[in-house]
């Protein structure tokens, strides 16, 4: 494999014939190979594959590495990065698992075909990645919502494999088509954090993925999503969850028997159809709720905010005032009465604005 991703690097032996004082010179390569991938994995990854070219012993050392760290600033040189990317990926050693993989983008000049580049990297790790996937494109590098020729392009569709022994998974594209997987599961995945895609199917898909396919799913971080009006979230491992500015969010429910700690930032601004946010979290300890309205004529929209754990200890309501056309906002806490005097004290200050508040509480 090319330096410049274009082709295949012959392995050469410069270690002077492999005689008895080319051995003396060359005490690096008599290394336990425990040592040696010590040595690779202080290196930037495209030089560790570069060492290739030393000698027979060191031909296929980099293709044990327990971290593959792809990042366009570590190879400057390097022309063509997606074909780099993609070389490394087919030439890693087939006994062995890819414990972590991690895809930094970060120049325009190295994005070329960011889809077919994700794509794939995607499908080439999916079923050997047994720790990390990390897949990040940064704003600068490459950003598809700025591409409005044709929107339904087919370049611009990443249809995501399951990663069925991942543990983490982290994607940030600006404005790619992202389709969940439509079979398959990621058996292992603790951690799931999607940033700047946008979807198709007003959600469903994320939807059905974190509910279906996620069965071990402990933190799962939405930020500046497009195309989900409801996300329906069935996860009773998840513990965290934190969706950000999924601004045309319509209807959010949570059925998470753990959930600890729940954030909603800037998720309900644009949209003029009713939200609402329903939710079934027992034993959740603290709700961040903080949103910022989209500017519009429209009035009569409800606000609702249901099913509050009776385990709750913060509850932090940021700004909501700024809806100034809502009509109704209506909390149903099932916490005990002190507190919900407390809480309601606070609302009906910050929010007397309200023609209407509804309050449900129940005794413990």
């Given at each position: 494999?090319?330096?410049?991703?274009?082709?295949?690097?012959?392995?050469?032996?410069?270690?002077?014939?492999?005689?008895?004082?080319s051995?003396?010179?060359?005490?690096?390569?008599?290394?336990?190979?425990?040592?040696?991938?010590?040595?690779?994995?202080?290196?930037?990854?495209?030089?560790?594959?570069?060492?290739?070219?030393?000698?027979r012993?060191w031909?296929v050392?980099?293709?044990?590495?327990?971290?593959?760290?792809?990042?366009?600033?570590?190879?400057?040189?390097?022309?063509?990065?997606?074909?780099?990317?993609?070389?490394?990926?087919?030439?890693y050693a087939?006994?062995?698992?890819?414990?972590?993989?991690?895809?930094?983008?970060?120049?325009?000049s190295?994005?070329?075909?960011?889809?077919?580049?994700?794509t794939?990297?995607?499908?080439?790790?999916?079923?050997?990645?047994?720790?990390?996937?990390?897949?990040?494109l940064?704003?600068?590098?490459?950003?598809?919502?700025?591409?409005?020729?044709?929107?339904?392009?087919?370049?611009?569709?990443l249809?995501?494999?399951?990663?069925?022994?991942a543990?983490?998974?982290a994607?940030?594209?600006?404005?790619?088509?992202?389709?969940?997987?439509?079979?398959?599961t990621?058996?292992?995945?603790?951690?799931?954090?999607?940033?700047?895609?946008r979807?198709?199917?007003?959600?469903?898909?994320?939807?059905?993925?974190?509910?279906?396919?996620?069965?071990?799913?402990?933190?799962?971080?939405?930020?500046?999503?497009?195309?989900?009006?409801?996300?329906?979230?069935?996860a009773?491992?998840?513990?965290?969850?934190?969706?950000?500015?999924?601004?045309?969010?319509?209807?959010?429910?949570?059925?998470?028997?753990?959930?600890?700690?729940?954030?909603?930032?800037r998720?309900?601004?644009?949209?003029?159809?009713?939200?609402?946010?329903?939710?079934?979290?027992?034993?959740?300890?603290?709700?961040?709720?903080?949103?910022?309205?989209?500017?519009?004529?429209?009035?009569?929209?409800?606000?609702?905010?249901?099913?509050?754990?009776?385990?709750?200890?913060?509850?932090?309501?940021?700004?909501?005032?700024?809806?100034?056309?809502?009509?109704?906002?209506?909390l149903?806490?099932?916490?005990?009465?002190d507190?919900?005097?407390?809480?309601?004290?606070?609302?009906?200050?910050?929010?007397?604005?309200?023609?209407?508040?509804?309050?449900?509480?129940?005794?413990?």
């Open positions: 494999m090319a330096l410049d991703g274009s082709g295949d690097v012959p392995a050469r032996d410069v270690s002077g014939g492999g005689d008895e004082e051995r003396h010179h060359d005490r690096i390569s008599y290394l336990p190979d425990s040592l040696l991938l010590q040595i690779l994995m202080l290196l930037p990854l495209v030089e560790a594959v570069r060492t290739c070219v030393l000698s012993r031909r050392a980099w293709t044990r590495l327990p971290r593959l760290a792809f990042d366009d600033d570590a190879a400057p040189r390097v022309s063509r990065f997606g074909n780099l990317v993609d070389g490394v990926l087919r030439g087939d006994d062995v698992d890819m414990p972590d993989v991690l895809i930094s983008v970060r120049r325009l190295s994005a070329g075909d960011a889809v077919r580049l994700a794939s990297a995607a499908r080439l790790a999916a079923g050997r990645v047994t720790a990390r996937f990390y897949l990040y940064s704003y600068a590098a490459v950003n598809l919502y700025n591409d409005v020729e044709d929107e339904n392009a087919a370049a611009t569709t249809q995501l494999p399951c990663f069925p022994r543990t983490e998974f994607l940030t594209f600006m404005g790619v088509d992202l389709r969940m997987p439509n079979a398959g990621f058996a292992k995945l603790t951690k799931m954090f999607i940033r700047g895609v979807f198709t199917d007003d959600g469903e898909g994320i939807s059905t993925a974190v509910s279906r396919r996620c069965p071990c799913l402990e933190v799962l971080l939405l930020h500046r999503v497009r195309g989900v009006k409801m996300l329906a979230l069935l009773q491992s998840l513990l965290f969850l934190r969706v950000s500015l999924v601004m045309q969010l319509q209807r959010l429910q949570v059925v998470a028997g753990s959930l600890r700690e729940m954030q909603v930032h998720c309900f601004s644009r949209t003029t159809a009713p939200t609402s946010m329903l939710l079934y979290v027992p034993v959740l300890e603290e709700l961040h709720w903080e949103d910022y309205p989209y500017p519009h004529d429209d009035a009569g929209i409800n606000i609702s905010l249901c099913g509050l754990s009776s385990c709750l200890q913060k509850l932090v309501i940021v700004d909501l005032q700024h809806f100034h056309r809502a009509d109704t906002l209506r149903e806490i099932p916490i005990a009465l507190y919900v005097t407390f809480v309601d004290s606070y609302l009906n200050v910050v929010l007397a604005k309200y023609r209407e508040i509804k309050m449900q509480t129940m005794q413990s």
